[in-house]
């Protein structure tokens, strides 16, 4: 059995695993830090071994990106309305790997790969982590831990009666882009299960691959869900939009918005919410107009093509939601699939037996039901200690009465805040079978200031998440975040997860969703640690969407603020920040290839020595340095157009 100690181990090698490697690393080059990947490559659920054709990326082309270094322009054929697929995120990643260089070592080479995590614990001091790679049973040690081991690492598989009986393929989406399902001449009837995006993407690409396929959205759930188009044009409103800019991330009630006027009005008075009711009653339409559910004739009635249309409203988000990433989507869905919204009694060999008594012969079954919580590798008594979520039944009765105490203020002061959230439409609410997640900012636990956890709320775009929550997590760590006492870090707490469950209903019941409050929440991040470059100049600051170049200076900011550690050997070794690694490399290169590390020069200082790479002169720009801008434009127009819709619906 092998035993190592380090510094730093990161579990998880996705957006989120990278995001707080890199940032950890600026900060610390020397410290000898590990990432722990179950899979053979970067990425998570953008990785390799888990994207298939028709899967695409949930937001646009310069947006899904780290901040400090751009993604290389795919090509057309393969983008639509600025979203792309996300073969190119998993290059992108690999390459991002690559590049970054601290002290002699790439990140990929700090990497470990395969490497199944069993049981992770604290012994005094040191974090214990047992598991098994390559080499056999592997025991760690570190003084820090990062969790990011994020929200779609471990399938929700659904119980099917008789399933063993089946005799035919069942596979969820995570196995997809490996299987051999679609290649196979022998499987022809191909049943997708699932109502949200990732059962969306199985179904379009099993017709593109020319199956005969039946949808099945079950009854004893929460209904379709909403898919929107990212062009404004077609949906005013976006989600995606609703989330980074700031005037209109008003249009939710959030508890990250500042109690300002204008949220007041918004929020608290008649006038305010008829507006606001009005602004989503518009989304609302056109997320139910623009795929024409009812209007489309005999023969998509037969299909059952109406089942899809969303139960609850957009403004809730009781159920899934996605993009719409093929112009030819819900003309393919409405022609070629079989929509049942009902219940599976039975599998037998080679069929399913619905609720209703109707069979439908199947030759495979593909589910696209979801994710369960990716922290099983934690006891039971640790997982409470914590603050993440485990099975209602083990959670401390003592611990219990506590958090329903206190979450029972809370929600008098949500209500207050927000009169809105007192009246929810109708609708179908999972069963509650877990507790919510109770971490400080959605990242520290109460009880332990050596582990932080990232990745493990949902927003619109994960990069820009991913980015902020490292700074933040390296902060708190390093002991640079100035907490509340206790008391006042658990009621904010119980705060966040009764605003959670009344703001988003099923999917808030978690404590994690954040869908609409992306720029509100790392707005106040950065507030916590006392960064401020990240914003802009007044009107520009509430109309302009956040984007990448606003965490450009970011870096700057915070070893001014709080320095860092120096690497002695780093002007031999390489480079420490990945800002000037980008810079230096040519930006007309299209090629995922690792490049060569770059030499740096060392930079006295009177304070503290700043490890600086060298630029090289900036090339000419080429054809290609204008097609990548040429894409951009239609972006700035859509937020253009987004913004006009808006305005005309207020006023």
């Known amino acids: 059995m092998d035993s190592t100690r380090y510094d730093v181990a990161i579990i998880g090698a996705g957006i989120s695993g990278i995001a707080a490697a890199k940032f950890y690393l600026d900060i610390h080059p020397k410290c000898n830090l590990i990432i722990l990947e179950k899979d053979a490559s970067v990425g998570g659920v953008w990785n390799q071994s888990r994207v298939f054709d028709t899967f695409y990326t949930q937001s646009p082309l310069g947006t899904w990106e780290y901040s400090d270094m751009p993604m290389p322009q795919p090509p057309e054929q393969d983008i639509f309305n600025g979203v792309f697929k996300a073969k190119y995120t998993s290059h992108y990643l690999n390459d991002y790997v690559d590049r970054h260089l601290y002290a002699g070592q790439t990140m990929r080479q700090r990497i470990s790969f395969n490497f199944q995590v069993q049981h992770v614990k604290k012994d005094n001091a040191e974090w214990t982590i047992s598991g098994k790679d390559a080499r056999g049973e592997v025991v760690l040690q570190s003084s820090k831990l990062i969790v990011a081991s994020g929200l779609t690492?471990?399938?929700?598989?659904?119980?099917?009666?008789?399933?063993?009986?089946?005799?035919?393929?069942?596979?969820?989406?995570?196995?997809?882009?490996?299987?051999?399902?679609?290649?196979?001449?022998?499987?022809?009837?191909?049943?997708?299960?699932?109502?949200?995006?990732?059962?969306?993407?199985?179904?379009?690409?099993?017709?593109?691959?020319?199956?005969?396929?039946?949808?099945?959205?079950?009854?004893?759930g929460t209904g379709p869900g909403f898919f929107v188009s990212p062009d404004p044009r077609v949906s005013p409103g976006t989600i995606y939009a609703l989330s980074t800019i700031r005037f209109m991330t008003t249009l939710s009630p959030s508890l990250f918005n500042p109690d300002s006027w204008w949220n007041r009005f918004l929020q608290r008075t008649r006038m305010g919410r008829k507006r606001m009711e009005k602004i989503w009653e518009s989304i609302d339409k056109s997320v139910v107009e623009a795929p024409n559910f009812n209007d489309r004739g005999a023969e998509a009635r037969k299909h059952g093509f109406q089942h899809l249309k969303p139960i609850s409203p957009v403004f809730w988000q009781n159920q899934g939601a996605g993009l719409v990433n093929r112009p030819n989507f819900w003309d393919t869905i409405a022609q070629n699939v079989q929509v049942h919204y009902e219940d599976i009694e039975e599998l037998h060999k080679g069929n399913i037996r619905l609720k209703s008594g109707e069979d439908i012969p199947c030759d495979a079954i593909l589910c696209g039901t979801g994710w369960t919580p990716s922290l099983n590798f934690f006891d039971q008594d640790m997982l409470a200690d914590l603050g993440i979520p485990q099975p209602v039944s083990n959670f401390p009765p003592e611990k219990a009465k506590l958090w329903e105490e206190l979450e029972k203020d809370a929600d008098q002061q949500v209500l207050e805040r927000f009169p809105i959230l007192a009246y929810p439409p109708d609708h179908y609410h999972k069963p509650v079978t877990e507790t919510p997640y109770r971490l400080y900012n959605g990242i520290a636990p109460l009880s332990d200031s050596s582990i932080a956890f990232v990745g493990h709320v949902l927003v619109a775009n994960y990069f820009r998440l991913a980015e902020c929550q490292a700074i933040w997590a390296t902060a708190y760590l390093d002991g640079n975040v100035k907490l509340p006492a206790l008391e006042q870090r658990q009621k904010n707490v119980a705060l966040f997860v009764a605003w959670c469950r009344r703001r988003y209903l099923s999917n808030g019941e978690r404590g994690h969703w954040m869908s609409a409050e992306q720029t509100g929440y790392t707005d106040r991040l950065f507030h916590d640690v006392g960064l401020s470059s990240h914003r802009r100049f007044w009107l520009w600051d509430a109309f302009v969407p956040s984007s990448k170049k606003d965490l450009h200076r970011v870096r700057a900011e915070y070893i001014k603020k709080f320095g860092r550690e120096v690497n002695s050997q780093s002007s031999e070794k390489g480079i420490e920040g990945s800002r000037a690694s980008w810079q230096t490399r040519n930006p007309?290169?299209?090629?995922?290839?690792?490049?060569?590390?770059?030499?740096?020069?060392?930079?006295?200082?009177?304070?503290?020595?700043?490890?600086?790479?060298?630029?090289?002169?900036?090339?000419?720009?080429?054809?290609?340095?204008?097609?990548?801008?040429?894409?951009?434009?239609?972006?700035?127009?859509?937020?253009?157009?987004?913004?006009?819709?808006f305005s005309k619906v207020v006023w």
């Open 588 to 645: 007309l290169q299209r090629s995922y290839e690792p490049t060569s590390p770059l030499q740096v020069q060392k930079t006295a200082s009177p304070t503290r020595t700043i490890t600086t790479a060298s630029i090289s002169p900036r090339p000419s720009i080429s054809s290609t340095t204008r097609l990548r801008s040429s894409s951009a434009r239609p972006m700035r127009s859509h937020w253009n157009w987004s913004l006009s819709r």
């Open 153 to 220: 690492s471990v399938p929700n598989m659904p119980f099917l009666p008789g399933q063993e009986s089946f005799a035919n393929p069942i596979l969820h989406q995570i196995d997809f882009g490996q299987s051999t399902v679609l290649p196979r001449p022998d499987i022809e009837r191909i049943t997708v299960l699932g109502a949200a995006k990732s059962a969306a993407d199985l179904v379009y690409d099993c017709v593109q691959a020319g199956k005969k396929v039946t949808w099945i959205v079950r009854k004893t």
